[in-house]
């Protein structure tokens, strides 16, 4: 239910994607007023008749509850967003250009909107897109140099932390809250707009100089992406060296200072944030003139990671044209729809190209992967996508590929063969039911 907060915002979201929307929902739930804007026309008008355009978990129905109480609305006008809001949240997509570095037009784009709407009161602009260093000076040179009179504002970066697939709970529950301001009339600002979150969480609000508070985005998803490489790693070491990744991963993370998590091994991080967001750091420090690297070592892994996985279908399966494979999970991490750079359309495409025969089953993701790959035999369910395969190859860690009816897969396919891209089914079980199963950095079972 929509609580009531002591000194609701008017706020403004520009950019009503995973970011913009799901912050607008959740600033609207904790009983701010929430205008969202977005230029998409298709978008909008699912949006306005309360369809969220992406999957989240707990999104629509929290979506729709505040449709109906008044306190979330979508436009396509900027200038209405600008005039109504106190802080205008710019969540506009950032996508790599050729040589990595991140595509700032449409942020400078709904800046220049900005600057031409904005009011003679006060209003506070927040970078809440993933941007390199210093955009936020340019974010405000741009107001000004589009409004000359534009006196009354404050350029805010607010990064954003959320994961796709619990983007609600991330937003509503987020361990940390970055702002990075440079007046205290806009921290003030902020304060309000986050006290909600930070009266009832343990969340810890960061305030730091606006140029930290950019650097803290790109530092945080690079160590993360560190961290998976490192497992990826590891996992080729441990095939290569006969120990098993699994077991050598848990105990170098039971050490706290390294942690457990993101030391996954798998086929390569996918997802519109990992791969764009590193190039773009990468992009960052060679500019800065820093030592890039080690981001280019990552990226190298991660790549390496996905090509030993297909290296190893190929091996296994020898001759590849005319073979049925199926491919369990196609977004490129569970729980979403979103198929960006999901290592399982590379895969899908590889393999097709070689003249396989490719099934798929993904509980979300099939429509979006229909548009990319429509030559694919998109199937309901795994027994149908596995009927008559020669092949099992999951690439997603969806948790209903970690419970299924071996038994009953046995007997749909035609030779049982596992390839486990996120070591999430019971290798043992999957022995126990006849199939061969190769995982990543792991022996080998049949
Ligand atoms: P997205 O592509 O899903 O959404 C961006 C939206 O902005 C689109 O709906 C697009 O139509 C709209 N848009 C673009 N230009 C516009 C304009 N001039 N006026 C109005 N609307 C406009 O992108 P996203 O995944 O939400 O990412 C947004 C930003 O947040 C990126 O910088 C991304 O790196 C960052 N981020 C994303 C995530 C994530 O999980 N997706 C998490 C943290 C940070
Ligand atoms: C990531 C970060 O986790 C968020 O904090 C950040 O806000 C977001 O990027 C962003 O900046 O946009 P997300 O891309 O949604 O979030 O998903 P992750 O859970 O981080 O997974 C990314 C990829 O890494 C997936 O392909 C996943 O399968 C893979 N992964 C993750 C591994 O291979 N191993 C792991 O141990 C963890």
Redo the contacts with the bound molecule.
Sequence with gaps: MTTSTPQPVTVGIIGAGYVGLTTGVCLGELGHRVICVDNDPEKLALLRRGTPTIFEPGLEAMMQRNLAAGTLRFTDRIDEAVRESEAIFICVNTPPKADGQADLRYVEQVAKEIARALPADYRVIVDKS?VPVRTAEKVADTIRRYNPRAKEFDVVSNP??????SAVQDTLNPERIVVGASTDRARTLMRRVYAPILSRTSAELCEVSIRSAELI?HG??SL?AT??SF?NLMAEACEAGGADAHEVLHGIGLDRRIGR??????I???????PK?IAAFRHTLETLGADASLITAVERINDHAYQRFLQRIERELWVLDGKRIAILGIA??AN?DDIRNA?AIRLMAALGKSGAIVTAYDPQATSKAKRVLPNVRYCADVYAAADGAEALVVC??WDEFATMDLARLRKAVATPIIFDG?NIIDRAAAQGAGFTYYGVGRATTQ
Excluded: Q, V, Y
Aim: aromatic share 14%; proline share 6%; with cysteine.
């Design positions: 993933t954003e932390f959320l994961r796709e697939g985005k945080a998803n993360l961290k998976i497992a998590e993101f030391l996954r091994p798998g390569g991080f996918g997802g519109s944030c990992f967001d490129f991490k979403t290592p997603t860690e996120r």
